[in-house]
């Protein structure tokens, strides 16, 4: 549940803390940044520092020219050759702080393209290295979210962190000024803006907190957002008449945050308001000091200008400095969520592993797996011990949600079982190194996904370094029948496919399935997984899937997962799983002999086709 306006404000405290705390990570950002181009960087930073210097020498030319004026309106004999100087002195100053101001702009805007594409990729490669258990966890995949989501926020928080740097050093220049010409106006400079800093940082821990405790809530309003106007749902939306109730649902939910963050917006407002007249008292005051200062012969005309310009500028610029700091300090949060994500410490990185056989000698046995998703007290898996011969062709068999593709998934390793062991050889498989371990296999899934890239890429996805191999993806192609689709397609293997994107064409069910399907064909895999690969295809085209299947991974260790019987029988041995246990175990005719759920379920297709 999002919390209330009050409860944020108890937590306030915590998160004010923990952004202090998260500028930490501002210098190893900035190191990143250099890294990504120390000439871009080198020069930003120059042009800032030499600008920083450009508002009081500004100031300071604008006295001296009316000290000028002055001094020659009152002069017997007016010689303006010194005031034109100075006008062209402030000219070029004015004209040269513009380019240097270009010169920052642009260069703030390429090291931020650049940073963005090289922590974009970084998140990518990471995201590949992490734990299924770990993405599926919903904890973990917010603070993913909030990682990728704030890839701008990153490139903005640079721009903004090197101008307060540029901004620190302007203002002690005007203070310099200030604290040599009238002292007393610093104390007045304090009494305008302090109220106005507490005040930012109350209202801003608040906003934050209140922003980051609905990243759920907002991850549901894009899912909705997606569901609702998106053309894979249009179809069932339209026919469901799920229009009315995804809208509701996407209002209900947005208008709960519009009212809390209304009530703090606000209220923060009228807060800001309060002290920005407290502020503008300060500055009157400050003015009348100025005026006392010239009444009393103290101080110029000239000098007034410059005075009061100075602290009406220090007002604005610490006011700003203030705002950007907490601004900052709450970016570095998303800094500390993308760091922590980048850190992220991946089990076995570094751990020496054995080397993986080059063939598979005797095969995989599981002992005793036992295995419950993370987050869940229900065992999928209840003491499974079985093995897979090398070079057999197993069937998993069993009604939905039996734990048919679990086990699958523990065999490829994207979950360790919570108890018990998968050997392969005899060596525990968690002894290899993950992705060498996995490069083993060649999968499809029953949920393979639908990539909207040109077919050539999307039979490549199962050995991508060949994208350009045109040997091996049409001989995937053909043993798959995924050669029978180019017929329709204008431009063959480089036909975009989906409607995402320009010139796309959609394929049907069954024929994305035997695109996916070449996927396992492009390599020579030692292990073959076919999980339920063919349930969209016609009944000729699957009888030819499965003939060409068994005829090219004779004596290849592989597992196919099947609703259909006929299907299964080609298989040398059957398992049969009911609710995560063994059932059965056997070839067909054995399992037929058994007469147990194999038979009962083979005997039911069956008469179904009769
Ligand atoms: N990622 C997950 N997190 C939590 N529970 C899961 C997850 N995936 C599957 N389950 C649960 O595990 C059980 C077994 O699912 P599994 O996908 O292994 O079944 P299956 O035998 O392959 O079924 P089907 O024939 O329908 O594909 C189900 O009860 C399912 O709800």
Same mark, same amino acid.
């Given at each position: ?6 409860? /944020? ?29 120390? =000439? $871009? ?13 450009? *508002? ?19 002069? *017997?004999?007016?010689? +303006? ?45 990471? &995201? ?39 901004? $620190? ?13 009238? !002292? ?8 305008? /803006?302090? !109220?106005?800093? /507490? ?64 009530? $703090? ?21 400050? +003015? ?51 760091? #922590? ?5 991946? *089990? #076995? ?5 054995? *080397? ?17 998703? !993370? ?34 998934? =523990?065999? $490829? ?33 029953? #949920? ?5 890239? &040109? ?13 350009? #191999? ?20 204008? @431009?063959?293997?480089?036909?975009? =496919? ?22 396992? +064909? ?10 339920? !690969? &063919? ?11 499965? @003939? ?12 196919? /997962? ?35 759920? +194999?038979? @009962? ?10």
């Amino acid at each position: 549940m999002p919390r209330s306006l009050e409860s /944020i404000s108890d937590t306030k405290k915590t998160n004010v803390r923990a952004s202090f705390q998260a500028l930490r990570y501002i210098p190893r950002f900035f190191k990143e940044i250099w890294s990504v181009s120390p =000439l $871009l960087f080198t020069i930003n930073l120059v042009c800032r520092l030499v600008n920083a210097f450009s *508002p009081v020498v500004i100031l300071w030319v604008g006295k001296l020219i009316i000290d000028e004026i002055i001094a020659e309106v009152a002069a *017997p004999q007016a010689d +303006y050759g010194q005031l034109w100087n100075y006008v062209l002195l402030e000219f070029a100053i004015t004209v040269f702080a513009d380019i240097i101001n270009r010169v920052i702009a642009i260069t703030d805007g390429l090291l931020g393209d650049k940073y963005n594409i090289i922590s974009s990729e970084t998140m990518i490669r990471k &995201t590949s290295k992490i734990d299924m258990s770990q993405l599926e966890d919903s904890e973990f995949y917010d603070k993913l979210e909030r990682a990728r989501q704030q890839t701008q926020g990153r490139v903005g928080l640079m721009s903004m962190s090197l101008a307060q740097a540029q901004s $620190l050093i302007s203002i002690s220049t005007l203070i310099a000024g200030l604290i040599y010409f009238q !002292p007393l106006l610093i104390v007045l400079l304090a009494l305008s /803006i302090i !109220p106005l800093f /507490i005040n930012e940082i109350r209202f801003s821990g608040q906003q934050y907190s209140l922003s980051r405790s609905w990243t759920t809530e907002r991850r549901e309003l894009d899912y909705l957002r997606y569901i609702g106007a998106n053309d894979k749902t249009a179809k069932e939306i339209k026919l469901f008449g799920l229009t009315d109730f995804i809208a509701k649902r996407f209002k209900t939910l947005s208008e709960r945050y519009y009212h809390i963050n209304k009530k $703090l917006t606000v209220k923060r407002s009228i807060y800001s308001a309060i002290f920005n007249v407290l502020g503008v008292v300060c500055y009157y005051a400050a +003015y009348l000091v100025i005026i006392k200062s010239v009444l009393d012969g103290e101080i110029t005309i000239g000098e007034l200008t410059f005075l009061s310009a100075s602290f009406n500028r220090l007002r604005n610029s610490l006011q700003t400095f203030f705002t950007n700091f907490t601004r900052i300090t709450q970016s570095a949060l998303y800094l500390k969520d993308y760091f #922590d994500f980048i850190d992220l410490e991946i *089990p #076995d990185e570094n751990r020496e592993f054995l *080397p993986l056989p080059e063939v598979i000698h005797t095969g995989f046995e599981l002992k005793d797996v036992h295995f419950a998703y !993370p987050g869940s007290d229900h065992e999928v898996l209840k003491g499974v011990s079985f093995t897979l011969k090398a070079g057999e062709k197993m069937a998993f068999v069993g009604q939905n949600g039996a734990g048919k593709t679990t086990l699958i998934k =523990l065999m $490829l390793r994207f979950y360790e079982p919570t108890q018990g062991a998968i050997l392969l050889d005899g060596v525990n498989i968690n002894q290899y190194n993950k992705a060498d371990f996995q490069k083993m296999f060649g999968v499809i899934f029953q #949920d393979f996904f639908r990539y909207e890239f &040109t077919l050539r890429e999307n039979i490549a996805v199962g050995d991508i370094a060949a994208v350009q #191999d045109d040997k091996r993806i049409t001989n995937a192609a053909q043993l798959s029948l995924a050669n029978e689709v180019i017929g329709d397609l204008q @431009e063959g293997y480089d036909t975009q =496919l989906g409607k995402r994107f320009k010139n796309g064409q959609e394929l049907s069910g069954g024929q994305w399935q035997k695109v996916a399907l070449a996927r396992a +064909y492009m390599k020579d895999a030692m292990v073959m997984v076919l999980d339920e !690969p &063919t349930s969209a295809l016609d009944a000729k085209a699957e009888y030819e899937v499965f @003939e060409r299947f068994i005829d090219l991974t004779k004596g290849k260790t592989s597992i196919i /997962i099947s609703h259909r019987f006929s299907t299964v029988r080609m298989a040398d041995r059957i398992l049969v799983l009911k609710a995560g246990k063994i059932l059965e175990l056997g070839t067909h005719d054995e399992l037929m002999q058994n007469s147990k759920l +194999y038979a @009962e379920l083979f005997d039911l297709q069956a008469q179904g086709y009769k």
